[in-house]
Nanobody, 113 residues
Framework: QVQLVESGGGLVQPGGSLRLSCVASGFTLDYYAIGWFRQAPGKEREGVSC?????EYYADSVKGRFTISRANANTVYLRAKTVKPEDTGVYYC?????????WGQGTQVTVSS
């Protein structure tokens, strides 16, 4: 069964850090572009970061604070530091090629004191 599962979300204080994981089962992520997206309450889903062919891209709002990396053939991380309340939302992982796309179910991140 092809599946993507995100984990690592939770409650974190402003200025803190966390690491989100995206783990694939039933396929490997080697030939996929991987993207992290988030959706805050009442807002549209937005792109946060993506990695493709060893290059990384970041939204201006997270540049310098978030880092995307491939841990192995099945896992991609999104590390966040110096988090802000506006980073709150459900974070989704997407694995995409030119002919297919897989989404995870999301993990909730809440930045609050």
């Amino acid at each position: 069964q092809v599946q993507l599962v995100e984990s690592g979300g939770g409650l974190v204080q402003p200025g803190g850090s966390l690491r989100l994981s995206c783990v694939a089962s039933g396929f490997t992520l080697d030939y996929y572009a991987i993207g992290w997206f988030r959706q805050a309450p009442g807002k549209e889903r937005e792109g946060v970061s993506c990695t493709s062919t060893s290059r990384e891209y970041y939204a201006d709002s997270v540049k310098g604070r978030f880092t995307i990396s491939r841990a192995n053939a099945n896992t991609v991380y999104l590390r966040a530091k110096t988090v802000k309340p506006e980073d709150t939302g459900v974070y989704y992982c997407n694995a995409k090629t030119s002919w297919t796309s897989h989404w995870g179910q999301g993990t909730q991140v809440t930045v609050s004191s």
